[in-house]
């Protein structure tokens, strides 16, 4: 079972930026292509950017040029850096691992105008 474990989450005035960190324990890290989901009130959860173990990057159209995932084998962790954020990317940011369908706890992300 793999235990994964969001920091980074906060307010930010719009036009701001943040950065998400997704720790995983477990040894699946290096095979698994990770991502980050979002879920505002009252709708169903999105993907926002997945990343391959080879470094493979897809995005909602929604944050394409404004956010980028990356991440970091020898540590286990997984980022979002976020850029120029809006209202409208207000939201719990979930991390995800595909080869063992594990979800975080989520961190809240919340973007003042």
């Known amino acids: 079972q793999v235990q994964l474990v969001e920091s980074g989450g906060g307010l930010v005035q719009s036009g701001g930026s943040l950065r998400l960190s997704c720790v995983a324990s477990?040894?699946?890290?290096?095979?698994?292509?990770m991502g980050w989901y979002r879920q505002a009130p009252g709708k169903q959860r999105e993907l926002v950017a997945t990343?391959?173990?080879?470094?493979?990057?897809n995005y909602a159209d929604s944050v394409k040029g404004r956010f980028t995932i990356s991440r970091d084998n020898a540590k286990d962790t997984v980022y979002l850096q976020m850029n120029n954020l809006k209202p409208e990317d207000t939201a719990v940011y979930y991390c995800?691992?595909?080869?063992?369908?594990?979800w975080g706890q989520g961190t809240q992300v919340t973007v003042s105008s």
């Open positions: 990343i391959t173990n080879g470094g493979t990057t």
């Open positions: 995800w691992a595909s080869l063992s369908g594990s």
């Open positions: 477990g040894s699946i890290f290096f095979f698994t292509t």
